[in-house]
């Protein structure tokens, strides 16, 4: 894969995919920014990145916060250029049985995953124009295609990605940048240790793999979105469940 030598922005890349992510990126020989609002996790995940002679820095900023993506932004331009590939990863879940759920569970879900990506993706697009190249890579979920018991507001948010890429891919495409989803299925990371063990076992019955998914797979989707061998893939939704029945 051809990677080497391009500048990477990596949001939620402190802890679980996006580290995974991070590291992955450093392998192929790119430059990587990481943003996340979980600095100690950050700084510690760039410092040892850094150690082993990879390109890598952490910059601090909460996504659904506007000026903080703008901050970082400055921040990354100053210290890399222009940015080649965009990794919109960073998304949290507040499940709770609609019923159950209060407008500002909702709201805040919406807020960080949808709103993030956006004011990631305005932040980062101008250099990407200029430059008439780009990669816009998102994280949806298989809740944004299939919709999840006690995640009305997670699953809003996945397929609202879902729409923001294809809408962006028929905006940008004609300016050279390609911009894409991932729908990432199970995956063995922090953010799925909250899920009682009645769930996990009906999980494993609808994934017809003899394994959960893990950050690497869904690392190696976007180490393939961004390399050459994708560059005519445009508005896609590219699926890592192991054929997970929906
Ligand atoms: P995780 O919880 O392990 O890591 C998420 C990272 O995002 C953390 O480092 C966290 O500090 C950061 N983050 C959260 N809110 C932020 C904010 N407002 N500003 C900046 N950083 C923020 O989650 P995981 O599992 O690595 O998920 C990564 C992406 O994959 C998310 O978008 C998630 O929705 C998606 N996904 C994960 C699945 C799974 O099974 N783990 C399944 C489907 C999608």
Not at 21 to 43: L, T, Y
Not at 131 to 139: H, M, N, P, Q, V
Request: proline share 3%; aromatic share 6%; hydrophobic share 45%.
């Amino acid at each position: 894969m051809r990677i080497s030598g391009k500048t990477v922005v990596i949001t939620g890349g402190a802890k679980g995919i996006g580290a995974t992510a991070a590291r992955a990126f450093c392998e192929q020989g790119a430059q990587v920014a990481i943003i996340d609002f979980d600095e100690k996790a950050g700084e510690a995940l760039a410092q040892q990145l850094h150690a082993e002679g990879n390109d890598a820095a952490f910059f601090k900023a909460d996504v659904s916060d506007e000026q903080d993506v703008d901050s970082a932004a400055q921040a990354i331009a100053e210290q890399f250029g222009t940015v080649d590939i965009l990794v919109n990863n960073a998304g949290i879940t507040m499940d709770a049985m609609t019923l159950k759920m209060d407008v500002s569970t909702f709201k805040r879900v919406l807020d960080v995953n949808v709103t993030g990506v956006f004011n990631c993706t305005k932040a980062f697009l101008p250099g990407m124009v200029e430059a008439g190249a780009g990669r816009i890579i998102s994280t949806s979920s298989i809740a944004g295609t299939g919709g999840n018991v006690g995640q009305a507001n997670y699953a809003a948010s996945k397929a609202a990605i879902i729409g923001m890429t294809k809408t962006w891919a028929k905006e940008f495409g004609p300016k050279g940048i390609t911009v894409n989803a991932v729908a990432p299925g199970f995956i063995e990371t922090e953010m799925i240790e909250s899920i009682p063990e009645k769930v996990i076992a009906q999980i494993r019955q609808l994934t017809p793999f003899p394994r959960f998914g893990r950050p690497e797979d869904i690392a190696n989707a976007y180490l393939f979105l961004a390399s050459d061998q994708a560059s005519f893939i445009n508005g896609t939704v590219l699926e890592v469940d192991g054929g997970m029945l929906k």
